[in-house]
């Protein structure tokens, strides 16, 4: 029989299975907790799922689409022509204040004429195509079916505000209604839709 030195013989860590749980589940719940805190800093920084609620931007997006907004694309880059922008719309009764997430389609920029001649935009006086326009408004004879608003005079986009419509001009409250965006006012990009999965695709 071998004799055991000093130092040798089992080590005994002084802790019981219950100390040994109470790590584990402390040990769990930080992890959970910096998880937690790490998703609500994307969502609040970066990222931002929205869902859409309402016709106005048929046929590019549909109730209930879900999309994916940047809220960092315009802290490191300009809002371009073109852009489907969500923008928090503030509206007043007198007595409340009533805050909503619209998305729309950025039509004209700072400092640009933007005017409407028979369903046509025209931005300084230039046509814009807009290929993004569905075929079953575009088709129409009846102007005000095709566009609702047929004509509108020429705006002038103020400075850091931007001009929307929705792709779905019959159906969509834009700037037509409620004038030029506060570019401050615009939450993000919306850059890609993640749902239904077979709709995924980019914007």
Not at 63 to 86: A, H, W
Not at 140 to 148: E, F, K, S, Y
Not at 155 to 169: A, H, K, S, W
Request: charged share 25%.
């Amino acid at each position: 029989m071998r004799d055991e030195l000093p130092g040798e013989g089992p080590v005994s860590t002084g802790r019981g299975r219950g100390t040994e749980a109470f790590r584990a589940v402390r040990d769990w719940v930080v992890v959970l907790v910096v998880a937690l805190l790490v998703a609500l800093g994307i969502r609040t920084f970066v990222l931002q799922q929205f869902y859409i609620s309402g016709p106005s931007m048929e046929t590019t997006l549909f109730q209930p689409n879900r999309v994916l907004v940047n809220k960092l694309s315009y802290k490191f880059g300009d809002i371009g022509r073109g852009d489907v922008v969500v923008f928090d719309r503030v509206t007043s009764n007198g007595r409340s204040v009533q805050h909503d997430d619209l998305i729309k389609r950025v039509i004209a920029l700072p400092g640009e004429s933007v005017s409407i001649k028979a369903c046509v935009v025209h931005i300084d006086g230039q046509v814009l195509e807009e290929s993004y326009l569905p075929e079953r408004d575009v088709s129409q004879t009846d102007l005000v079916a095709r566009c609702r608003q047929p004509d509108m005079a020429p705006v002038i986009v103020p400075d850091e505000q931007v001009f929307v419509l929705g792709d779905n001009r019959p159906q969509s409250m834009d700037s037509r209604v409620f004038g030029p965006v506060d570019k401050k006012s615009i939450v993000g990009r919306a850059f890609v839709v993640i749902w239904p999965i077979g709709r995924w695709r980019w914007l």
